[in-house]
């Protein structure tokens, strides 16, 4: 049984420009989580309630050129409290009353930065910020919060009927090691899984 609750607010201007907020809060009551997981296989167990509650802010804008679109920037953050409001046995030890939910961050954000040099055409630097990620139940490891830097650009033409697009990427550009995800309450301690350079 789970209760949801959110509220937000807009604001645009007629240019394009936007901000947009909204809070909320998630309660579940008897929640199932994993217990353990052991070369692919997962066991799961009764969590009891939960709680889930932060904001999410984004916004945009835009600037300059023909009709102001000749750049723009764009930004969101995630603040999450992910959460067990009972406490329980796990597989690794007793879990407390407040204790994070693993595989959930605290923070998140992401800002862009994108040119638009001619008609059909884009390029932009990406930076990605992920807080730290608790990997088990009893929250003793954790990934440390990471930030990386992309770069992109795109091409479009059109002729007649026929439309031609070309994409171009790389992630990673500072080439960071990081856990690019996790498994959580892997038995054996093996929680990280690298992300790529």
Do not use: C
Request: proline content about 4%.
């Amino acid at each position: 049984h789970g209760r949801n609750h959110e509220v937000g607010a807009k604001y645009a201007t007629p240019s394009g420009d936007d901000l947009n907020l909204a809070l909320f809060d998630v309660r579940t009551d008897d929640e199932i989580g994993v217990d353990t997981n052991t070369a692919g296989r997962a066991t799961y167990r009764n969590v009891g309630d939960t709680r889930r509650s932060g904001l999410e802010l984004d916004g945009q804008v835009h600037g300059g050129g023909h009709g102001g679109r000749e750049w723009s920037f764009y930004g969101a953050y995630t603040r999450l409290r992910a959460v067990y409001e009972d406490g329980f046995m796990s597989s690794a030890g007793p879990v407390g009353a407040g204790a994070r939910i693993p595989g959930t961050s605290a923070d998140s954000a992401f800002l862009e930065l994108a040119w638009h040099p001619l008609a059909g055409m884009q390029t932009a630097l990406e930076w990605r910020h992920v807080g730290k990620v608790y990997v088990n139940d009893v929250n003793s490891d954790a990934t440390p919060a990471y930030a990386t830097l992309a770069w992109r650009a795109d091409w479009s033409q059109a002729w007649g009927g026929l439309r031609l697009d070309e994409f171009v990427r790389i992630d990673n550009i500072q080439d960071r090691r990081y856990a690019g995800s996790v498994i959580v309450n892997e038995s054996n301690g093996r929680y990280f899984e690298p992300a790529p350079g």
